[in-house]
């Protein structure tokens, strides 16, 4: 007996074709769901126009000439870290660093419940702070930065400026301030952001006419 001849004699009843059909639509529904999660999860980490872009400050207008290397990410990064490291911009003329740190909400909404707050913060830069040190012992305390977010996860840009220029090495470390106003002794977060090792390609900038405005300035003091 063929499939057809089964078909004829055996005929599917009404009720069996509608749980067929509804259990093939759930099937897709759920494929649907997951392939939309995962393609707007890679969409909130891969960063904004403003992350990924070389910001322009004062220094790096004044400079009569001007090389912006752009510095891949190094993996360095472990999965217990804070933040996570991309869009390097190396300027040795200016002695200028800035990169770009990414992190979820979650930081947020658990400095929320430590605090008591009703409302997360809009970004970490209320209750974090950055220190970068170099292979030299130098700590540099000041710098500004630009924030964005996408979806859960959030963007800060770091800039760093009057590094010394004989360092081949730069770590980023990050430390919680408290509610009194103090930083806390253990960092949250360190890694490391660039070493001379590091393969770098010059990158192609554009000089605009004015320094970018959403630059902030902010110290680890």
């Not at 008591?116 to 700590?139: I, K, Q």
């Not at 730069?170 to 301030?177: M, N, P, Q, T």
Request: with cysteine; net charge negative; aromatic share 12%.
């Amino acid at each position: 007996m063929d499939e057809e001849e089964y078909r004829e004699l055996f005929p599917k009843s009404k009720a069996l074709i509608v749980l067929e059909t509804v259990c093939k639509a759930a099937v897709w529904l759920v494929i649907a769901f997951i392939l939309g999660f995962f393609f707007l999860r890679m969409w909130a980490m891969s960063g904004t126009k403003m992350t990924k872009s070389y910001l322009w400050t004062d220094a790096a207008l004044g400079a009569d000439t001007l090389t912006v290397w752009n510095v891949p990410a190094h993996a360095t990064t472990n999965t217990e870290s804070v933040f996570t490291e991309s869009d390097i911009f190396l300027t040795e003329e200016i002695g200028q660093l800035q990169f770009t740190l990414r992190y979820n909400e979650s930081l947020l909404r658990k400095e929320a419940e430590r605090t008591g707050a009703e409302e997360p913060p809009a970004d970490c830069t209320s209750f974090v702070v950055f220190v970068l040190e170099d292979d030299l012992g130098n700590r540099y305390t000041d710098y500004r930065y630009a924030a964005d977010s996408r979806y859960v996860s959030h963007y800060l840009k770091l800039v760093f400026e009057g590094l010394d220029g004989e360092a081949s090495s730069f770590r980023l470390i990050a430390y919680r301030v408290g509610e009194d106003g103090t930083t806390e002794e253990k960092p949250i977060d360190a890694t490391r952001i660039y070493a001379s090792n590091f393969y770098r390609t010059a990158a192609k900038v554009k000089k605009p006419s004015t320094a970018d405005a959403r630059l902030i300035p902010a110290s680890a003091e």
